[in-house]
């Protein structure tokens, strides 16, 4: 495995982190007082001007849906393996992505929207979706059910002469309080007869259509993460074309399948790049300050931290690399454990030197005058979304007792969102 960076990616990589260095860490304030000031005239979820304003200088810098490979309506997109230490850079800064038009859940929804939908689907959501002029949700996980088992889903999408009927109540529903939230994917049960894994379905549905009403935002620890928004959200006698559905009845997990293991590694690349940020703003802070008559990085216990997390960080980030270049070259399938492993590895390394981080700034570290809190609290929540560790801990340990019987049995990766 060669994971040398490509004259392409060297130059994209070069190119990126000016942009960061120019418009992006120099605006980390001005992002938060925006938001602010939108709550304080009465509503927060208003798309920042900070946001749309760097778009355009993005796409013109050829920094622009990076992470969509082999599509022809993106030909700048990357490999896995090439986007991987783009997507770190990004995630340095929770919002940065999105700049790039490659945040979460829209690159998911794009991927799934291309590999799987219509022509007719793709000309009228993943065109809009690719030049950034509308978002996306995905509508999965239930709270009426411990989601971490898909198969529990109980949202039903109902065949209904040249439409299906959609009931259900979903929520972590990211992105979906966003006012250009124009579409959503929603997986739900087409047959609950039908074997365990052929039950569920994915649908492509109007955000606008009637009976969606999105019934509260939740937050996480405290932050609303407007204006993108994690919503739940009722969805009563909605009424969609049948043409909707993707792929057909019964190709739910098959979809999903393709989905997340893409939707995960992007977390995981994005969590080494928190990481990476965590460990930068510990290192400046101990070498600033005095305590007791000696400076905090001359005591022996933060360098152990400090070394601590550069190796988990580079430990991290070769199986990030390397989950990557397996999803290039034999699969996802084929790559199941090494994506289940970077699921649980990552996030887990981001929080344990956020952490360290957080103590190094003492209360400045857990308030706003640093982005350490916030970006813990995101990486917390990776530990539940897109699967939760014991999930994946449990498919990992499967796929490695499958190796040492005599006859192995297939192990599937888990399709899984939340708890």
Request: charged share 25%; glycine share 6%; with cysteine.
């Amino acid at each position: 495995m060669d994971f040398a960076y490509s004259p392409r990616v060297q130059a994209l990589r070069e190119r990126l982190m000016a942009f960061m260095d120019e418009h992006i860490y120099p605006n980390e304030d001005r992002f938060e007082a925006e938001v602010e000031a939108n709550r304080a005239a009465g509503n927060a979820w208003v798309p920042t001007r900070l946001i749309e304003d760097l778009k355009p200088k993005a796409r013109a810098a050829g920094l622009w849906n990076l992470f969509l490979p082999n599509s022809p309506r993106a030909p700048e997109g990357l490999s896995n393996l090439e986007y991987a230490p783009l997507c770190e850079i990004m995630g340095r800064v929770p919002w940065a992505a999105e700049v790039f038009n490659c945040s979460a859940p829209d690159t998911g929804n794009m991927e799934t929207l291309e590999r799987y939908a219509s022509e007719a689907l793709k000309d009228r959501w993943l065109e809009p979706l690719l030049r950034g002029e509308i978002r996306s949700a995905f509508l999965m996980t239930e709270p009426e059910v411990a989601s971490s088992d898909a198969t529990n889903i109980q949202c039903r999408i109902e065949r209904d002469g040249d439409h299906y009927v959609i009931n259900g109540r979903k929520w972590w529903s990211s992105g979906a309080g966003d006012p250009r939230c124009a579409v959503y994917i929603v997986m739900g049960k087409t047959n609950p007869d039908a074997p365990r894994h052929a039950q569920q379905s994915m649908i492509v549905v109007p955000a606008d259509t009637p009976g969606i009403r999105v019934v509260r935002a939740l937050s996480v620890f405290g932050y609303d993460d407007a204006p993108h928004g994690h919503m739940e959200i009722e969805l009563k006698d909605v009424r969609v074309p049948a043409d909707h559905i993707l792929l057909g009845e019964g190709r739910g997990f098959e979809i999903a399948q393709g989905r997340l293991g893409p939707g995960r590694i992007h977390h995981c690349m994005r969590s080494i790049g928190a990481a990476e940020r965590a460990l930068e703003l510990m290192c400046r802070r101990l070498n600033e300050r005095v305590a007791f008559g000696k400076a905090i990085a001359a005591q022996t216990v933060w360098q152990e931290r400090i070394a601590e997390a550069r190796c988990m960080i580079e430990q991290a980030r070769l199986l990030v690399l390397k989950a990557a270049y397996m999803m290039d070259t034999v699969g996802n399938k084929a790559a199941r454990a090494e994506i289940a492993m970077i699921k649980v590895v990552a996030p887990n390394v981001a929080c344990q030197v956020l952490d360290w981080a957080i103590q190094a700034h003492g209360g400045a570290g857990v308030s706003q005058v640093t982005p350490l809190a916030r970006s813990y609290a995101n990486q917390r929540t990776l530990r539940l979304a897109d699967g939760p560790d014991e999930v994946h801990r449990n498919a990992i340990a499967k796929l490695e007792l499958a190796k040492h019987l005599v006859r192995a049995p297939e192990v599937e990766m888990p399709i899984t969102r939340g708890c």
